[in-house]
């Protein structure tokens, strides 16, 4: 009993000693707030005219928007068509050793985003852009982000257990791959509810906060 208790503890340090280092997880951040800078200093790049004729900004788009009847349903097919395939390439990647870079590729890639279209809305719309630009990542990102970070947890953590556990002789990592593979099913079940909300609710905020545009 006690060789089996000092085995568990022995692996338990192992697996901590090989996870990520705070230093990768500093870089991972800097990237990702390098990243959000370069949004914001490419939307200053451009002018006022240019920013407008983006998507949601261009004036048109919002006044069709305010009165256009929106089908959910071929919405929700439409975005799940869109965000589903990425998602799931990103966790097919986390069963490899691109896992972390892909997830720090992906979340430098949103961090530009966000900071491009926080700055084209403010430099669009003023102040009001902020409401605006809130209200279009609302309430789907509240799930999104979470679901991103959690990938990036089982990229960069769990692979990692399934990794030591092979390495241990006579141990099988079934019960590890079980695991990894409900931590996966669950995340894709939470996405989808953020595809969900993206196209029945968020529609219907927007609406609401165009009246005012």
């Known amino acids: 009993m006690k060789h089996r208790v000092r085995r568990y503890f022995n692996s338990r340090v192992r697996i901590k000693q090989s996870q990520p280092k705070p230093e990768t997880m500093k870089y991972v951040r800097l990237a990702v707030f390098l990243c959000f800078v370069a949004g914001i200093f490419c939307a200053n790049l451009m002018d006022r005219e240019q920013l407008g004729g983006f998507g949601i900004w ?23 068509k869109e965000r589903l395939p990425v998602f799931l390439l990103l966790l097919l990647f986390s069963m490899t050793n691109w896992g972390k870079a892909a997830g720090t590729i992906f ?22 852009g902020l409401l605006l630009i809130g209200t279009a990542v609302t309430p789907q990102y509240l799930i999104y982000i979470p679901m991103y970070i959690s990938y ?16 241990e002789a006579g141990k099988n990592p079934v019960r590890e791959y079980l695991v990894f593979a409900s931590m996966c099913i669950c995340i894709v079940s939470v996405y989808l509810a953020g595809i969900f909300l993206e196209s029945y609710v968020n529609p219907y905020l927007l609406k609401k906060i165009l009246k005012f545009f």
């Open 58 to 80: 261009n004036t048109y788009f919002i006044e069709k928007f305010k009165y256009a009847r929106i089908h959910s349903m071929e919405l929700f097919y439409h975005v799940l």
């Open 152 to 167: 990036f947890y089982v990229a960069a953590f769990w692979k990692e257990k399934i990794r030591m556990a092979k390495r």
């Open 107 to 128: 979340l430098s890639w949103q961090s530009f985003a966000a900071g491009f279209f926080i700055t084209s809305s403010v430099a669009v719309y003023s102040i009001k």
